[in-house]
């Protein structure tokens, strides 16, 4: 069983930065390949990035390419977002997803239903 918890969500204007964070607690934090999902009222969740469990791989979606940055610390058991040159479009209630591995190197799936456990989510909101 792992636990995840979000935060660092906020408000910010057109062209800020933001920086989420994501703590697991449970088993061995590097064993899982970690992603953030985003979701939008009325709009399927989407994945915005993800990190496979030794850091050495990474996948974006085309949308957010350039403009965020997925990493992770296996010692604190947490992975980051950090978000720059946001725009109204990446409104949306951001969730840390796990997928359980075997291959730590393995590139991580993008796919939420390959997940297996979930955060509550924190809410992103970009004024224009």
């Known amino acids: 069983q792992v636990q995840l918890v979000e935060s660092g969500g906020g408000l910010v204007q057109a062209g800020g930065s933001l920086k989420l964070s994501c703590a697991a607690s449970g088993r061995t934090f590097s064993n899982y390949v970690m992603g953030w999902f985003r979701q939008a009222p009325g709009k399927e969740r989407e994945c915005v990035a993800a990190?496979?469990?030794?850091?050495?791989?990474?996948v974006y979606t085309d949308s957010v390419k350039g403009r965020f940055t997925i990493s992770r610390d296996n010692a604190k058991n947490t992975v980051y977002l950090q978000m720059t040159s946001l725009k109204p479009e990446d409104t949306a209630v951001y969730y840390c997803?796990?997928?359980?591995?075997?291959?730590?190197?393995?590139?991580?799936?993008?796919?939420?239903?390959?997940?297996?456990?979930w955060g509550q989510g924190t809410q992103v909101t970009v004024s224009s």
């Open positions: 990190i496979s469990g030794s850091g050495a791989n990474t």
């Open positions: 997803g796990a997928d359980s591995v075997w291959n730590t190197y393995a590139i991580p799936t993008t796919s939420p239903s390959r997940y297996d456990y």
